[in-house]
């Protein structure tokens, strides 16, 4: 079992959930990056997820947006993400999932874009622009190199959809909050929740909810219909506004919320 | 026409969020019914007939082909169309099937303005409530079109994001889609974007070419050797090329945007200099850097200033149905002047790509052989960028 359905299984098994966050590789610039993955997972991180900044990430609201603009800006490249994860293997264990679009991986050349990630020593791959219908672009090679695609299911996904990517699912099913992009305040979670139900149906995969969960409030809510819950956009605004140590406060708040809510 | 999953060849597809999945999928069977609907088809053809003004004069360009003194040159006046260029076609064939579907609010991206125009035009008319993003630096330079769509009932957004052009204007539209899918249709303005969008603008738009293929036949064209038409994202030239796509013997070329050269860094010619990728849902040639990071295009002409191109035409090149060239802003201009000086219309600076090449066609021609261009739409929008790039004259 890999690094990653470890993990998250490990946390389902013991009555956890787990607290997945989301940093910009090079925002503001690499060091600070390699500093906060590593203060996150002391307060309690569960699994990184490293966005591999594209320039036209139409998943993402405008605090993503602008982290990788600016990242782009000060030199962000993809070897360069490369390395970053080597620098964090150096030191962690923690799960590690790489976040990115399409074109960043065929811009790079797919094989080696894969291979090079998997060698610097990620446990796993979200790509938000491929759906169902097109995973047959990268399928194959992620198997090939033994890390799971992670698949994503929304809250318009119909039935019929629900299933077979729920099917597919490996490491844990992404499971977006909300039609719209990253980032916001999102505090009704019964839509997702409803479709998460279908999907656990099918599989046993652990659950993870994401888009709009800025707070312990959002987290905790969210919690109640999954096994784990993912921060991104108020992370970035957290290392922006108040540095390193506003990140650590958030994730320590939302650690404790979880597990308070757990036992 | 594309596979099941959009493809035409190996490029096109639908890289898009999950969460658009369904409307797509929704839009394509919505779309497949009405094509064949009668009653549908019969209120497309009556707007473009009496609101549009359609069909469009194939014009025998006199005076121009005595300039060349070779082979006769015919312009498709999409320029006399309602709002001013071809964009109308697609926008008219959208609201509707907006409009069946029963969604009331549409959202568009626009770059110089006209096909947002176009949508704000449609919008009033059908009275749909109208989004459109555009550019900052692009609602700077088209105060004019800015002013029209806000005359017109729409809501003109800025975008800042990115780069802030017409790329960073289509994502946000999208972004925009996704977050509002189940009330509001997007409106593409080109052969771009995820399918079913390529294959459906295509539909609408190849009535330029359909009614060519007839009008040939009226004008006594025997000999047709070459047809014309701009690229940015492809629709008029894909509207001009389609009926003719299996017609080996007539040369189809598709003129893009080549800027400042190029073999500079500032040109919008994604087939000529590009390689292919995914830019808004589309496999297809894409301007882009080693990483796969888009690179900001450039072109006098606001409307060709697209990074990518529709993924028809990615096919059509590699399949070698048409061949696709480049020229730069200065042949541009030569044309644009040229043809408001000999024939006494000012085409859009878009078009003047097209007619640039004519230079390069013109002279291989034999007198019995006919060339037509595609006049995708009248120039009366880029006279500020003409005063200000030729001075006083």
């Known amino acids: ?263 | 026409m594309p596979d099941k999953n959009g493809k035409f060849g190996e490029f096109g597809g639908r890289f898009v969020p999950e969460t658009v999945m369904p409307a797509l999928i929704e839009l394509e069977e919505r779309y497949e019914a009405l094509k064949n609907d009668a009653s549908f088809q019969e209120e497309l053809h009556f707007y473009l007939q009496e609101y549009a003004g359609r069909p469009t004069a194939l014009y025998f360009a006199k005076n121009l082909t005595a300039h060349y003194g070779r082979g006769k040159i015919y312009l498709k006046r999409e320029d006399l169309l309602h709002t001013g260029a071809h964009k109308i076609n697609n926008a008219i064939g959208q609201a509707l099937l907006a409009r069946r579907m029963g969604k009331k609010k549409i959202v568009a991206e626009t770059g110089a303005g006209q096909h947002g125009v176009a949508c704000a035009t449609v919008a009033a008319l059908f009275g749909l409530e109208c989004r459109v993003y555009m550019g900052k630096e692009d609602i700077e330079r088209q105060a004019l079109n800015v002013f029209r769509m806000r005359l017109l009932g729409t809501e003109v957004i800025p975008v800042t994001s990115g780069t802030g052009t017409l790329k960073d204007a289509t994502s946000e539209a999208i972004r925009y889609w996704v977050t509002n899918v189940e009330d509001t249709h997007y409106i593409i303005g080109s052969v771009v974007g995820p399918h079913p969008y390529p294959m459906i603008v295509r539909d609408f738009q190849k009535i330029i070419g359909e009614e060519v293929k007839e009008q040939i036949l009226k004008c006594n064209i025997e000999k047709l050797k070459y047809i014309v038409a701009c690229i940015g994202g492809g629709s008029n030239a894909m509207g001009m090329f389609y009926s003719f796509r299996n017609d080996k013997e007539i040369i189809k070329i598709g003129v893009e945007a080549a800027g400042k050269g190029i073999t500079t860094n500032e040109h919008a010619a994604s087939l000529t200099k590009g390689r292919p990728g995914v830019l808004h849902g589309a496999f297809s040639y894409l301007l882009q850097d080693k990483d796969g990071q888009i690179i900001e295009p450039y072109s006098i002409s606001a409307g060709l200033d697209y990074p990518g191109v529709g993924p028809e035409h990615s096919f059509f090149k590699d399949s070698g149905i048409v061949e696709y060239q480049a020229v730069t802003d200065e042949e541009a201009l030569q044309a644009f002047k040229r043809l408001a000086r000999i024939e006494g219309i000012i085409p859009a600076l878009e078009s003047s790509h097209a007619l640039s090449y004519l230079e390069e066609i013109m002279p291989k021609t034999q007198v019995d052989e006919t060339v037509i261009v595609c006049l995708s739409g009248r120039g009366d929008k880029d006279v500020d960028m003409a005063i200000k790039v030729m001075g006083g004259l």
């Open chain 1, 1 to 263: 079992m890999s690094n990653l359905s470890e993990t998250l299984q490990g946390l389902k098994a013991s009555g956890r959930k787990g607290l997945i966050v989301y940093l910009t590789a090079g925002y503001p610039d690499y060091a600070t990056t390699l500093e906060t993955v590593l203060a996150m997972e002391a307060e309690g991180a569960d699994v990184i997820e490293i966005g591999i900044p594209f320039s036209d990430p139409i998943a993402d609201g405008p605090v993503i947006q602008h982290a990788a603009t600016l990242a782009l800006k000060t030199g962000s490249t993809t070897a360069k993400s490369i390395e970053l994860v080597a620098q964090i293997r150096k030191s962690s264990r923690i799960p590690l999932v790489v976040m990115t679009y399409v074109n960043s991986i065929l811009g790079y050349g797919k094989e080696k874009f894969i291979a090079d990630f998997v060698k610097a020593g990620i446990d796993g791959l979200i790509v938000p622009d491929l759906p169902l219908e097109e995973t047959g672009l990268l399928e194959d090679i992620c198997k090939r190199q033994g890390i799971p695609l992670i698949g994503l299911i929304a809250p318009t996904s119909t039935v019929d959809r629900i299933k077979c990517i729920a099917q597919k699912a490996e490491g844990f099913l992404y499971c977006v909050s909300n039609t719209g992009v990253t980032g916001g305040q999102h505090n009704n979670y019964d839509q997702i929740g409803t479709v998460i139900k279908a999907a656990r149906q099918v599989s046993q995969i652990p659950m993870a909810i994401g888009f709009g969960i800025g707070n312990s409030q959002g987290a905790s809510a969210a919690a109640r219909y999954a096994d784990a819950v993912i921060v991104g956009s108020a992370i970035l605004e957290k290392l922006t506004n108040e540095g390193i140590a506003g990140v650590r406060n958030l994730v320590r708040s939302i650690r404790e919320t979880l597990d308070g809510e757990s036992e």
